[in-house]
């Protein structure tokens, strides 16, 4: 039982724990979240008072300051509320980045413009909808969208539990369009037609002219027919072909219907049809659509018609601008070595000219691990490192040159890398074993180095000539990145 028992124990392999840098420094990642930071200035919900599914555009304007700036890679998020539906769309901030909405967030990334450009500012605008507000309920909400600027109020009315007045007779004829086909880029048309099933004494005639900023997508039309015989829908061609009457383009952007009266007496029609937003259009506040009708009800007069109907440009957008880094500006990037997202905040720095006339006093990387040194002549320079961070190496001897060209139009970039300090961790396996006396001493054993609870490295281990089990992990990052 004895010797089964310390077989047992010399068995156990031994695992030493090291756990690394639980209350160092962090280093900081490149890449961060905007939102509650600063970088917003203000929004603007054009609708405070909206009824369910009515939607309105949301402007929300930003801005560098001093202490933040863009880097590539930063996102600036916006959360809205529940009772705001986003409507899914995707577009640019001109050459700065690009958002996307969707139902619960709006999330813009910049990209690396940013960093050869400063004093950046934009906006970006988006649409959301009135949801989640229960039949004949009221519910007031606040939202500032996950920001750290002040909150606005949004009253949203819910859907009627009914009980409301007759609407009366529909209309000969209306004109309506949309922007709900879920394509940033078109617009929906309707001709609603005849809605009455009349009588009629002559052919139905009706010209439809887009007007600017969209194009007539020609292969979109589908015509609703609701009469006798039932409701259904048909092609343009199948339109044609069964003899209810034509559709001719009379140009890119209009189109003359006509409905033969046989066809069309006691029957209603809606013709659908969708346009392209073009890109000046993109930047108008409505799409219009001219039309006019022409037609007589069975003993009554002779009717002409025309109108226009206005759709507004739900696309969403936005911009950016900034000023180009001055010519002959120095950016000094201090990141770890291997890895350039972990950059190196308070590295001071000394700058010289060549051969050695000191420029300036002393510089010290911000937040984001970087020195903006602006206004520098042609020539050449380097820099030497000051002091740093104890969590990083670094040789105040060393020269990082670098030079100014004369009509260099980005400036002079320098990653400068810095190693992360490293320590050893060494110990000795002693055994309690009557010196071997029963021969159950293994001829070597692992030893496990344990990093926030997570194997880092192994090492077997055997006995020296001097019989001693030692063992020794050297090169250790000294703090847990």
Known sequence: MYLKRVTSIFSIIMIFMFTIGQSLLPIIANAQELNTIGLVDSF???????????????????????????????????????????????????????????????????????????????YLNFYVEAANVGTDQKKEIE??????????????????????????????????????????????????????????????????????????????????????TGRRSLTLQEFEKQRYGTITFTGDRSFK??????????????????????????????FKNDYTIDYQVFHKDPVTESGSYPVENMTAGGGAEGNE??????????????????????????????????????????NDGIIEIPNLQPGKYY??????????????????SFEVKSGDVNGV?????????TTSVSGTKIWVDYNNQFKTRPESITVQLLQNDKEFKTQEVKADQEGNWNFNFKDLPKYDE
């Open 44 to 122: 603007k919900i054009d609708k405070t008072n909206l009824q369910t599914t009515e939607r309105t555009k949301v402007t929300v304007n930003f801005s560098e300051k001093n202490g933040l700036r863009l880097r590539p890679g930063d996102t600036l998020t916006l959360t809205l509320p529940p009772e705001l539906k986003g409507l899914d769309r995707e577009f640019p901030l001109d050459d700065y980045g690009t958002c996307k909405v969707t139902a619960g967030t709006v999330v813009c990334t910049f990209n690396d413009r940013v960093s050869t450009h400063q004093n950046i500012k934009g």
């Open 143 to 228: 939202t500032n969208f996950g920001t750290n600027v002040a909150k606005q109020s949004v009253t949203i009315t819910g859907p009627s539990g009914g009980g409301g007045t007759d609407p009366g007779e529909p209309p000969f004829f209306y004109k309506t369009g949309d922007m709900n086909s879920g394509k940033d880029n078109e617009v929906r048309w309707f001709l609603n037609i005849n809605l009455n099933k009349e009588e009629l004494s002559r052919d139905i005639v009706v010209t439809d002219n887009l007007q600017e900023g969209q194009t007539l997508n020609k292969d979109s039309f589908y015509i609703i027919i609701d009469d006798y």
């Open 257 to 286: 219907v006509v409905l033969y009266k046989d066809k069309a007496r006691l029957a209603s029609f809606s013709i659908g049809y969708t346009s392209t937003i073009t890109e000046a259009g993109k930047k108008q506040e409505f």
């Open 325 to 366: 880094v001055p010519k002959g500006t120095l950016k000094i990037v201090k990141h770890i070595e291997g890895n350039k997202e972990k950059v190196i905040p308070n590295v001071s720095f000394k700058l010289y000219k060549e051969p050695g006339e000191q420029v300036g006093g002393e510089y010290k990387t911000n």
């Open 383 to 400: 820099m030497q490192e000051v002091s740093a961070p104890d969590y990083v190496d670094f040789d105040p001897q060393a020269k990082v």
């Open 413 to 421: 970039e320098l990653p400068i890398p810095n190693k992360v300090k």
